[in-house]
Structures are given as structure tokens and as C-alpha cells.
């Protein structure tokens, strides 16, 4: 079987993510240094519509061309790359199997019988992966070994091999976007106890993709269809302003705040768009809230600690106060470059945009350095 979720723990000393998105190309190049990692290159281009469509890539020779003239503007040689498809292109799981399988056993039992079980297409429609990840005794006292499950549909991971392909390019590792994004905040999850609960919320163009971590591990993971286009749009609805693609004018606002309902009144009268920015974030909210609910239903040992931010999204000011004042939890905007210790020119990337690079910041490490 050819896994194109290959190479799992193959890395090199340079590497070069690619984050394929909606509305952006985003680059990354790292080296690794004796202390830490050094950026060589890291730039992001526009998407323009029309090459994806629900988030999914519909013209491949155009994004191959736009992959190409981003790798020479960035003025990168590179002939294999790690990339990511989105969160909700794939499924995760966590399988507890019987601990005295063998390798060759545990790896049957995975690929040919359980992946059966939990995908919701025909096990031949899938490219499947996995990663052993340890022993634990369950409830009646039995030793188990916990699996984390990896599936997306061959149509999407032969959609982004060809695009590479076309590009001249061989895709080293390919992943899930919120693998990508934990092991750039890994040092900042390692804060929490094994029955502490951090919850990330990527929000992307078209999209929050939800994920409840525990233990440095995805436990939970969920799509929510709403994403910087959606609060933008709304925006500029109420204002009648014609809708665009390009979402940066979010990042020049600031979320008010909205404890009390005479100063939640006062912004809808006074301010339409504000208003309905906040509106649809309040639908996020109700949203998330779902997700935590339906986890710690199935999950009552576990304690939700902290809500991290991430994505273009994640970087709207004041955005971490409205999910704490909604959710009472604490609530922090994830910052990669310097959860990296990176220089990044400032003027290139402001502290809004940096939550938005926790993805390609993780791809770039995981070809940089074998241990990552």
C-alpha cells in the first residue's frame, strides 16, 4: 500500500512548508540551529477565487503555477516540501487495542479492520495512517495501547499529490492542519496536567476547525462553517459595502466589549456593522460551546483549562476578552513566532497576522528537525 501519510518521522535539517489555503498560499523555511530553529524565508500570497471551492481544490494547474511563482518570489529552491490538508477533510481517532499485539498485528488490526469501523466511506476510498502512542490499564483493570487514527479520502490527498506534482515538487509529509498547529505551541500545551483540557480554535477563512487537546494529543475534533469571509461579510453587510475576498480589514477593528445588555443596545444602535460582526460571532460561540458540552459529557474527569486562539481569525483584537466574557474560560491568542523564538519582520507580519501562522510555521519544523 503507497501511504501518501508518509514519511512520519522522516525529516531533514532544512525544511519547507507549504500551507495551501482558501484565500492564501503561506511559505515557511527553517533551519535547524544548535539553539532552536532559525527562519530563513516565510511569505504568504493571495489566492484568487475560483481555484477552491468549499474548501476544496478544483484547479490544480493554477495553483501549481501560483505554488511555483510564490517559491520564486520567496527566492526558494526546494524540491520536497511538507503541506496539510484541512481538518475537515479527515478523520481522527483514538483507538484503545489490546496491548499484546505485535507491530505487524497492531498495523492490521488498524489499517484493514478498525479503520473500517469509524470511516464514514468505503475503507478503499481512504488513505490511511497511524501512530501507536502508548499503554494505559482501562476500567477493568486490562492493559490496552492507545492509536491515533488517521483518514483522509484518496480523492483529496491524489488532488494535492498532483498539485505538487505539477509544481515539480514531491510532497514529503503530508498531515492534518491541527497536527501542524499542536507542535508549534507544543511548549505552551506541556503546561497543562494529563486531565487538563486545552481547546484550539483555528479559524480560518471559511471555517473554525475545533480541536480538543489533551496530553499533546487531538481528542476531539469538529468544523464549524463560519470563518473571517462570514464575520467579515456581515460586517460589511450592515454597512452596505460590497463583499470581498480579502479579510484583512478585520484585523484594523477591535471586538468591544459586551458585558451587559444596555452596552450590547448601545452597539447595535450606534454601530450596524459592529453589531453584526458580533452577531455571527455569537454564533461561533454558541457553536463551541456545543463542542465543549458534547466532550466533557463523554469525558466528566477532564477539566476545559484554556481556549487558544489560532488562525487569520485568531488575531482580531480583542478577540481572546469576547470568548472569555461568552465561555468564562480563560482565552489567549496563540503567537508562533515567538512560541518559536523567531525574528520575523514586523512590518511583513503584525502581531494580529501571527496567530495565522501557527500551520506553516508547523510544517516547516516538522522537515527541519527529525525530533520535532
Do not use: C
Not at 520536497?80 to 498485528?105: F, K, M, Q, Y
Not at 502508548?134 to 483518514?151: P, R
Not at 458580533?278 to 463542542?291: K, N, P, Q, Y
Amino acid at each position: 500500500m503507497f501511504n501518501r501519510f508518509k514519511n512520519l518521522l522522516a525529516k531533514r535539517k532544512v525544511g519547507v512548508g507549504i500551507e495551501l489555503a482558501s484565500e492564501r498560499i503561506n511559505i515557511a523555511q527553517l533551519s535547524k540551529q544548535r539553539q532552536g530553529f532559525k527562519l530563513t524565508a516565510l511569505s504568504s500570497f493571495p489566492v484568487p477565487e475560483g481555484i477552491f471551492q468549499d474548501g476544496q481544490i478544483v484547479d490544480s494547474p493554477a495553483l501549481a503555477e501560483l505554488i511555483t511563482s510564490a517559491l520564486a518570489e520567496s527566492k526558494i529552491t526546494a524540491q520536497r516540501v511538507a503541506t496539510a490538508v484541512p481538518g475537515r477533510e479527515s478523520l481522527v481517532r483514538l483507538i484503545p487495542l489490546p496491548a499484546e499485539l505485535d507491530d505487524r498485528e497492531l498495523r492490521e488490526m488498524v489499517l484493514n479492520h478498525e479503520a473500517g469501523l469509524y470511516l464514514p466511506y468505503p475503507r478503499e476510498e481512504a488513505d490511511v495512517d497511524y501512530q501507536k502512542l502508548g499503554y494505559f490499564v482501562d476500567e477493568d483493570g486490562i492493559e490496552k495501547v492507545q492509536v491515533l487514527l488517521v483518514a483522509t479520502r484518496k480523492e483529496i490527498t491524489d488532488t494535492y499529490m498532483d498539485t505538487f506534482a505539477q509544481a515539480g515538487l514531491e510532497v514529503d509529509v503530508l498531515e492534518i492542519n491541527s497536527f501542524s498547529l499542536i507542535r508549534t505551541i507544543r511548549e505552551q500545551l506541556r503546561q497543562f496536567a494529563p486531565q487538563e483540557a486545552a481547546v484550539l480554535v483555528d479559524i480560518e477563512f471559511d471555517n473554525t476547525e475545533i480541536a480538543i487537546i489533551v496530553d499533546g494529543v487531538p481528542q476531539f475534533s469538529r468544523t464549524v462553517p463560519i470563518g473571517t469571509y462570514q464575520l467579515q461579510a456581515a460586517l460589511l453587510r450592515a454597512t452596505k459595502l460590497p463583499a470581498t475576498r480579502d479579510t484583512r480589514m478585520l484585523q484594523t477593528i477591535s471586538i468591544p466589549s459586551t458585558q451587559g445588555d444596555d452596552v450590547e443596545d448601545s452597539i447595535t444602535s450606534t454601530n450596524p456593522g459592529i453589531a453584526s460582526l458580533l452577531r455571527v460571532l455569537g454564533e461561533l460561540t454558541d457553536e463551541l460551546r456545543r463542542s465543549l458540552d458534547f466532550y466533557l459529557n463523554q469525558n466528566s474527569n477532564l477539566e476545559i483549562t484554556q481556549i487558544l486562539l489560532a488562525g487569520p481569525g485568531g488575531g482580531i483584537n480583542n478577540l481572546e476578552e469576547f470568548f472569555r466574557q461568552k465561555l468564562n474560560l480563560p482565552t489567549v491568542q496563540i503567537d508562533p513566532v515567538s512560541a518559536l523564538s523567531l525574528e520575523v519582520n514586523e512590518d511583513q507580519f503584525t502581531k494580529a497576522q501571527r496567530p495565522g501562522l501557527g500551520i506553516v510555521l508547523g510544517l516547516g519544523l516538522r522537515e527541519a528537525w527529525s525530533d520535532v
